[in-house]
Nanobody, 125 residues
Framework: QVQLVESGGGLVQTGDSLTLSCAAS????????MAWFRQVPGKERNFVAF????????EYVDSVKGRFTISRDNAKNTMYLQMNNLKPEDTAVYYC??????????????????WGQGIQVTVSS
């Protein structure tokens, strides 16, 4: 059974940094596309970034380019999201997602088969 567990969220101030981690088990991590999504109450879950199985393909939503960095450590079955220069509009529940295919299929939530429970990130102004 696949499990994705996020950690590292919390309350920070504008301009601060935070690193999220996603520990995976139950799937062949090194060949899975991994992604981060985020969601605010009453709105749909939105794409933040994805990284291919070998880390050679990475994409970000425009609003986080230059501030967020997605990475993975296949030896540790863990994915990361380094978030710098955080803004209040980054406040959301952040979700880790996995697609067993090594090449990313896209930025839509339904293209990912497995999800973590989500972790809150709150950026105060």
């Amino acid at each position: 059974q696949v499990q994705l567990v996020e950690s590292g969220g919390g309350l920070v101030q504008t301009g601060d940094s935070l690193t999220l981690s996603c520990a995976a088990s139950g799937l062949t991590f090194s060949t899975a596309t991994m992604a981060w999504f985020r969601q605010v109450p009453g709105k749909e879950r939105n794409f933040v970034a994805f990284i291919s199985g070998r880390g050679s393909m990475i994409e970000y939503v425009d609003s986080v380019k230059g501030r967020f960095t997605i990475s993975r450590d296949n030896a540790k079955n863990t994915m990361y999201l380094q978030m710098n220069n955080l803004k209040p509009e980054d406040t959301a529940v952040y979700y880790c997602a996995a697609d067993p295919l090594p090449i990313p299929r896209g930025r839509l939530a339904h293209q990912y088969d497995y999800w973590g429970q989500g972790i809150q990130v709150t950026v105060s102004s």
